[in-house]
């Protein structure tokens, strides 16, 4: 995974009696030019719990890890991709502070297209 191949990169794992409840990774990125907030911010890659530990906070221990970490690597703010239909994780990242910032479209590149 080439995440972790950049100076600031971690995994943030979430364990009980040494089983694996869910995990998220993180990484700083350079801003663009036109970004306000330092020369580089933060990005959550992924954050995955696991089904059996779904509604006991684990989600917002490592939410709440994630941006702690950051922090110490002065960074400012922090980048979150959701799959569009997802309600749920956005729910999830608005109720934990989280607002809409930029809206990616993905389109193929071949193929027909509209005229």
């Known amino acids: 995974m080439q995440w972790l191949a ?3 990169a971690a995994v943030l794992a979430a364990q009980s ?12 990125i350079d801003a663009a030019g036109s ?10 890659e992924t954050l995955v ?5 779904r509604g006991a906070h684990v989600g917002q221990a490592l939410l709440d890890a994630a941006p702690n970490l950051l922090a110490d ?5 922090m980048t979150i991709s959701v799959v569009a239909g ?12 989280a607002s809409d910032y930029l809206h990616t479209l993905i389109m193929p590149v071949t193929g027909n297209r509209p005229s």
């Open 6 to 8: 950049v100076p600031k």
């Open 17 to 28: 009696s040494g089983h694996l409840l869910g995990y998220a990774m993180i990484r700083a």
């Open 35 to 44: 970004w306000q907030w330092g020369d580089q911010i933060g990005v959550l």
């Open 49 to 53: 719990v696991g089904s059996s530990a």
């Open 73 to 77: 690597w002065d960074i400012q703010v």
């Open 86 to 97: 997802n309600e749920g994780a956005l729910r999830f990242y608005r109720r934990e502070g």
